[in-house]
């Protein structure tokens, strides 16, 4: 996607290929910065302290990271090592899992000496990957949005998204962000309501950013204002990203999306998930008892950071000192609530059956 | 209530009786501050720019604007000019508009040069019906939370709340709160999630606030985590307030409680809503279509003050430059989702006729 007019992914292997680039998405939307992970431990630290963030994005971070590893010590006891520093490095979205499972496994059986060159070019591949799904998955939920708009003619449509399921949270185009991109490029009117998603307002910094630098039409809303939205009819339809998806379609997704589908459900919105199929997990049939759910810092909620007047960014207090906070960072979204997947293999119903069928593709 | 330990109203007349002192609730929690209200001008801006809010307190603050009023000018002319001034500030909670309606026909009949006495005469009483009313919201309310209790013995019972309706909307106790603090004094262990209620914080600055005031335990939450916690068994009851009810029970409250209903309907919470009767509007049927809803700045959803770490209070922008933000203050929750009204005649179902034996006590 676009950045200040250019073409760019958010990773990308530096051209010495021996450190990876990419932007810390903690400074968006105010600050534009390439961030450059040189080692294992950069790698951990960022995919913890949520400079790179976004379940696809933080896979494919996870392989580079690997890379980085196997470059300071290629031996199978720093790799399995370095696999668990990663994979522990944030607990809810399965492809972070499934990103370094796979990676191990492509370089454990190789001589140590082939594991670098290995490890960068696998990372390349998971890369371009990632990109090429998000671009399917964009070209499948397109359609989705074509039939909406048929009902609608010559009216803007309305797409209501929580948090940044965009480019910003994958290497490229981003997943429920794909289809908005592929109709914008359709001509199809167009408009996005933009949850502001705290506590960490990936809303309001991160999608309202991205939709901006493309040139989408988009509003911010408090992540309370939705549910009216839907009830005066000014949403035609959401669609959000997913973190962890079980067999039987239950989505973990940023905290607060269950809200949402809940309003969609009592006014008849339909509501979609943008799922690459690197983020179902099989194994897990309840969501709500089998993912884990990630409790991050109370400061995420007592704090927040934002930029003053002379363009300074800064951090201020919300609460009454020593007030206690709480902030569980997903919530999960029960499959009777879900209308659809749109994944890179086409839109499927929320059903073991259906998912079923895609879950024989993924690789555990 | 206590305010750094006194038993302390929202509201008082200054002991000259010629001008009101409020607190200036902008600047909660960071800094109490009283704030002098003079003349009309003063009383329309406190209620327009929130430095008093919650449904009750501007009912009574605009009863004292019309005596500031009067004090000035008690033609019949220019106390209808301030009561149109004062009724239109804000237009959703129906107690601004029953409040100076009330003032008016008790002023109008009497001589020009008793009406400034008068009003403020009527400002006070109406200020102690309040308490009075809000002290029995209390009474009646913590009986629901003790039959709670007895299903759940020995252990603490939690409480959502959304928004602020306690000491700090009311003139004393509160409504949500009053039950509460009622439970507090009964000493029943009792602890409160507070949403941060975005995009003003209420629930984060103003019931963080008077809930550490009182000494009740309480962790603040995003909005978005309501949901998430109910699924999971942590929360008992949902109480919240209202601005503005219709004969069928339709409730106009601060956006985002039309969303915490639906979840608490999704999860077998049971949802109440604290009235006191002058919030009921009988001459509504349908709060979707027929409750005015304000729509406030953007900026509020754009911009965002707190306290930096040397004290001073600054705004910070939350989003990048020129995004464009919608901003509804209040949502509907249809009458389905509320399990009872808490009123101060008792807790009455949300249905046409038991909100209609409330309504004919209600003078319009």
Not at 37 to 45: F, G, M, N, R
Not at 61 to 86: C, F, I, P, V, W
Not at 230 to 241: E, P, Y
């Amino acid at each position: 996607m676009l950045l200040r007019g250019t073409p760019t992914r958010t990773i990308e292997a530096s051209p010495d290929g021996r450190t990876v680039c990419v932007l810390d998405q903690r400074l968006l939307p105010h600050r534009v910065e390439p961030l450059r992970l040189s080692d294992l431990a950069d790698a951990v630290w960022a995919i913890k302290d949520m400079a790179v963030r976004g379940a696809p994005l933080i896979g494919v971070t996870a392989a580079y990271g690997l890379a980085l590893a196997a470059q300071a010590d290629a031996s199978t006891e720093a790799l399995r090592t370095a696999a668990t520093r990663l994979a522990g490095a944030r607990p809810t979205a399965v492809n972070l899992a499934w990103a370094v499972r796979r990676a191990l496994e492509a370089l454990l059986p190789l001589p140590p000496a082939q594991r670098p060159e290995a490890a960068w070019a696998l990372a390349t591949t998971m890369a371009d990957e990632d990109a090429a799904v998000c671009e399917s998955i964009g070209r499948q939920g397109v359609e989705v949005l074509h039939a909406l708009a048929r009902r609608k003619p010559g009216r803007t449509l309305n797409v209501l998204t929580h948090c940044n399921a965009g480019w910003l949270a994958t290497v490229d185009w981003g997943t429920a962000l794909a289809p908005v991109y592929r109709a914008q490029a359709d001509g199809l009117p167009l408009h996005v309501w933009v949850d502001e998603t705290r506590p960490r307002n990936q809303g309001a910094s991160l999608t309202a950013f991205e939709l901006a630098e493309q040139g989408v039409a988009h509003t911010v809303i408090a992540d309370n204002a939705g549910g009216h939205l839907m009830q005066h009819g000014q949403v035609d339809a959401v669609i959000v990203g997913c973190d962890r998806v079980t067999a039987h379609g239950d989505v973990a997704n940023k905290i607060g999306t269950y809200l949402k589908a809940l309003a969609a459900r009592d006014n008849g919105v339909p509501f979609y998930v943008a799922m690459p199929t690197s983020t179902l997990d099989p194994h897990l049939t309840d969501g709500l008892t089998q993912i884990p759910i990630e409790t991050r810092d109370a400061r995420e909620v007592t704090h927040l950071r934002g930029r003053t007047g002379d363009g300074s960014l800064v951090e201020v207090q919300l609460v009454p000192d020593g007030t206690a906070a709480a902030n569980p960072a997903f919530d999960v979204t029960p499959a009777r609530l879900v209308t659809a997947f749109i994944t890179e293999h086409g839109v499927v119903p929320a059903s073991a059956q259906a998912l079923g069928g895609l879950g024989q593709a993924v690789t555990r």
